[in-house]
């Protein structure tokens, strides 16, 4: 009796000492953690404060603020650039690169764009300013916290997470913090790709575009942009040679073409999905329950769905939108007096076409659904088609294995893009780009681009976890 109680006392210090040691390996690493969480959210809010508004606003001032912080982190100055183009000193991009000791293959390429769209205070909530990074009731509040400068702050903090850790990726990690994705007259990634190429070459890349849908506060899908749709604009005018109003002829410019526009508001381009579009009904299927659920599976299942499951689709302006390519009266203008007959009648029409069609054809459908010689139509601008990233397994079975591990249950739905990324860009060299971050919001509460924008911070915390252990796997993998 007297040997066991010794042996069991000897076994309970043994398991006492064990527990310190481990309680004190969690507590260091909640430590890490915590530290890592503050460093991300210090640079949250410097890139936040920064106004990056085209015209008044200087992004080369946030890419030179980041800079800096990835210098102080230890990283080589020839491997933290920012590349300003001549005649565009507040247009500067940021290109850092993160090497590996031996890389095999292409580097992965982390992008994301550090210009916001205008804000002014005054149409903001009260104690709330789009250009001061607000921490309120569970919310990080600022302008460009959803688009795009959550991103671009977790990409940097996640280097200087790398570089602490001293982690040896198999391929070099490029993040490129660009300018002018959301308006103005310089893009940065087509400046990059036409006269830096090889500081942003890559094999693939991870941008915004896709994000995670919370129902209700509870995670929905996981989405992934593999794709977006290609704008086009098209401009409608008639002319004649007008009159006295006192003498009206049935020729009248105005009349003639708003005849037009509603042939075209009665027409509906034929249903046409692509491997992004069919996936994503087939995988929403699943989600969806009902009559919803058994339309996009109908949808998907065949090239000539039923017109009734198509119909039912179509009254949410999205899935329309998924559907098929569509085009849109946007503005209007005729006439010179109000005493004369109109010589002139234009109209703007907004195409947003599928990445599969092309713009040739879409102005001949135009014209045969005008069915008018005399409505002029002409292509504003020239498009910016790009082909679809495909839904290689390697990169789709990865997300899916870090979404379940971080979000059990929770579905990847890879998705198409109904407006427009700087993904495009990158996908016309062929370098294949990837809209996904982890980061979760309110599907029926987007405030992007609009008032009092915001992101959940345990969302944005969450979404630099996902995006750091995704980055690890995609530059570990030969």
Known sequence: MHKLRHHLVAGLLVIASLSIQLSGVARAQNGSLDAERQTLREIFQELIEINTVDPNGDVTRAAEAMRARLLAAGFAAEDVRVVVPAG??????????YRSPQPVG???????HIDVVEARKEDWSD??????????????????????????????????????ENFQPARDIIVALTTDEETGDFNGVEFLLKDHRALVDAEFGINEGGRGYLKAGKPLLNAVQAS????????????????????????????RLATGLDRLARFDFPVNLNEVTRSYFERMSKIETGQMAADMRAVAATARPEASSVARLSVSPYYNALMRTTCVATRLEGGHADNALPQMARATVNCRILPQENAADVQAT??????????????????????????????????????????????????????ATDSLFFRQVGIPVYGVSGIFDDIDDNRTHGRDERIAVKS???????????????SSAK
């Open 106 to 112: 292409k580097p992965l390429l982390l992008l994301a």
């Open 460 to 474: 944005f915390h969450d979404g630099q976890q996902f995006l750091y252990r995704l980055t690890k796997a995609f």
């Open 366 to 419: 135009l014209k045969r659904v005008l069915s008018d010689d005399q409505i002029g139509i002409t292509p504003i601008a020239v498009s910016k088609p790009s082909p679809p990233s495909p839904l290689r397994p390697e990169i789709m079975g990865t997300i899916e294995r870090l979404t379940s591990e971080m979000w059990p249950g929770v579905p990847v739905v890879p998705i198409m893009g109904t407006g």
């Open 88 to 97: 565009n000193a507040k247009k500067g991009n940021l290109v850092a690169r």
């Open 228 to 255: 977006e749709k290609v704008y086009q604009s098209f401009r409608l005018e008639v002319r004649n040679k007008g009159g006295h109003s006192s003498l009206p002829v049935k020729d009248n410019a105005i009349f």
């Open 127 to 164: 104690g709330l300013d789009p250009f001061k990074f607000t921490e309120r009731d569970g919310y990080y509040y600022g302008r460009g916290t959803m688009d795009d400068k959550a991103m671009a702050a977790i990409f940097v903090a996640n280097l200087i997470r790398f570089k602490r």
